[in-house]
């Protein structure tokens, strides 16, 4: 059964720091990673999708890594701005491709 | 272009009482998704139905039913509300860019606490 664990469980940074959130998943046997946002009381956003033949994806100030061999994904945020301020899920796609197995995420705040 | 949506926003229910949360799409997809998110445990996947017509079980059936009235609504209908289904629900759908590789999309949730 594929399990999904995002490092750290909470994050505080000042504005204007670089950061990095961890994913890791157990079953390397994926077909894609979703990196979504979800800000308090509302829905998921998708912000990265990265197949499983891909090692990155890049939108703006974000960078999703994937290292599918040893599990794991990372995704990178530059110059922190308090807007970034959510948490952030990983989803895995795998098995069946009709599956979704998700992290608990990562509930990040910038700080002024 | 809506995405996807969901009724209601918020609902109160006491043990035993029955209801049906909606979801509807407007973006063609086939496949549609049920999950609830409880604190500490992610999201989880109740029910599915990869196409018009189709509907499996996911990880926490139990407790729950699921229509796809057509290709653009999936509904979940709680039979005999319990406390343990008080929870945050989502619907989705997934957009196939390529054989195996979907990108989902999801509703903005329906908060249900049964008392």
């Known amino acids: 059964k594929q399990e999904v664990t995002q490092i750290p469980a909470a994050l505080s940074v000042p504005e204007g720091e670089n950061l990095v959130l961890n994913c890791s998943f157990t079953d390397s046997a994926i077909y894609n990673l979703q990196w979504f946002r979800q800000d308090p009381g509302k829905g998921l956003t998708s912000l990265l999708l990265i197949q499983s033949s891909q090692r990155e994806q890049t939108s703006g100030r974000l960078n999703a890594s994937l290292d599918k061999s040893s599990g794991r994904s990372t995704l990178y945020i530059a110059a922190s701005q308090p807007g970034d301020s959510a948490t952030y899920l990983c989803a895995v796609r795998g098995g069946t491709a009709s599956k979704l197995t998700f992290g608990t995420g990562t509930r990040l705040q910038v700080t002024l | 272009n809506a995405g996807v949506t969901q009724t209601p926003k918020f609902q109160v229910l006491k043990t035993g009482q029955s209801m049906t949360l909606q979801c509807a799409q407007d973006m063609n997809h086939n496949s549609m998704y049920w999950y609830r998110q409880d604190p500490g445990m992610g999201l989880r996947l109740i029910y599915y139905?990869?196409?018009?017509?189709?509907?499996d079980k996911g990880e926490v059936p139990n407790g729950y039913n699921v229509s796809r009235l057509n290709k653009r609504e999936f509904s979940l209908r709680l039979e005999s509300a319990a406390p343990s289904q008080t929870s945050v629900y989502f619907c989705a759908s997934i957009y196939p860019r390529d054989r195996g590789n979907y990108e989902q999309y999801f509703g903005p949730g329906t908060r249900l606490t049964v008392t």
């Open positions: 139905s990869a196409s018009e017509g189709t509907t």
